[in-house]
């Protein structure tokens, strides 16, 4: 047989094979790794989008929750406010009703060790008031004292038993009161700024310093907090920074009391709206005294600080201070302790 007369067939030699398309199986693979790309990007897009809606439902719940939270709060501070101005006219009420008993006890002739146990028993604290005034007369503020009614010692005012409570835990339940009912007193009288004295012990601990925060959270900005220069020195830096915090945070004014007591440094640390001097100091007025007296006024001139002086009982006094450059005076020559807020306004 001759090879040239062979014909080579391209059919399949067994009728069961096909001949392979390889360009077809090509656009078949590709359509499948199309599809197959385009259920994942669709998968992912919509994983997408649930995670998304999943994100706006937290944060819608969560401001719903902040929102929740903040009329709460706000609620807490309105019936806070409630309860200090409720507390303060209670105080007030009660004390013009013992003043009252005091004159019908005198007039009897009963014994006074009798009202005293009386009244301690029935109001252990109730509280005075006395303001301090400039050269024209004009009220600057509004003391803000607490009296301690001892059955056996009679009253006991601040400047007598505060310090020595300082030593103790109970400065805490004792200064609380004072804080709440001079609350209730400044909202009562928004068109006066009112003195209330504050423990530097409050101070000592972020514990303490929360209780204090969440009492003058409520205050308003007519109180003005009093600390000792002595024992506010001894909280140290950090409760430089927490006496910071609070005043910046609750815009409330403060003020230096017997800086006498220490280092003259401690002026430089504190955002000092007024400095107080104890005018028992000064009673020889001597030279020395009158010299500190005016190097405090010219500090004071220069970052304008209000200087004060308290315990100026005679016009002499009264008198000597002024020409020195205090501008604020307390004491019997100004006005003698009233019970009565309003009495003590007039």
């Known amino acids: 047989m001759n090879e040239s007369n062979v014909e080579v067939s391209n059919k399949p030699i067994y009728p069961f094979m096909k001949k392979s398309n390889s360009s077809k199986g090509s656009k078949v693979s590709t359509k499948a790794k199309s599809r197959g790309k385009e259920i994942r990007v669709d998968t992912h897009y919509k994983e997408k989008v649930e995670r998304e809606r999943k994100l706006k439902r937290l944060q819608e ?29 209670k105080n007030e009420e009660l004390a013009q009703s ?67 409570a300082e030593q103790s835990e109970r400065i805490f339940e004792i200064n609380k009161l004072l804080i709440i009912h001079s609350i209730g007193i400044a909202l009562l009288h928004e068109e006066t700024s009112f003195l209330v004295q504050v423990s530097p012990k409050y101070l000592e601990s972020d514990e303490r310093y929360k209780e204090l925060e969440s009492l003058l959270e409520n205050a308003p900005t007519n109180l003005i907090l009093c600390m000792d220069s002595r024992p506010l020195i001894l909280t140290g830096d950090e409760g430089r920074k927490r006496l910071l915090e609070l005043i910046e945070k609750y815009k409330l004014s403060l003020m230096l009391d017997n800086p006498e007591t220490e280092r003259l440094s401690v002026l430089f640390d504190y955002p000092i709206k007024y400095i107080r001097l104890d005018g028992r100091y000064y009673v020889d007025r001597s030279e020395n005294k009158k010299q500190f007296i005016k190097i405090i006024n010219e500090y004071c001139k220069g970052l304008k600080i209000d200087l004060v002086a308290k315990y100026i009982d005679t016009k002499e006094d009264k008198s000597w201070m002024l020409a020195n450059g205090v501008r604020y005076i307390e004491g019997a020559n100004v006005q003698t302790n009233k019970s009565n807020v309003n009495a003590a306004l007039k």
């Open 61 to 89: 719940a969560r401001k719903k929750r902040e929102q929740q939270k903040l009329l709460e709060h706000e609620e807490s501070l309105k019936t806070f406010k409630k309860k200090a101005v409720k507390t303060a006219l």
């Open 98 to 164: 013992l003043k009252n008993k005091e004159v019908k006890v005198k007039s009897n002739g009963q014994k006074e060790s009798q009202e005293r146990l009386k009244r301690a028993t029935k109001t252990p604290f109730s509280y005075y008031y006395n303001v301090s005034k400039d050269v024209s007369n004009n009220i600057g503020y509004c003391n803000i004292y607490q009296c301690m009614n001892d059955k056996f010692a009679g009253r006991l005012f601040q400047p007598q038993y505060f310090a020595i």
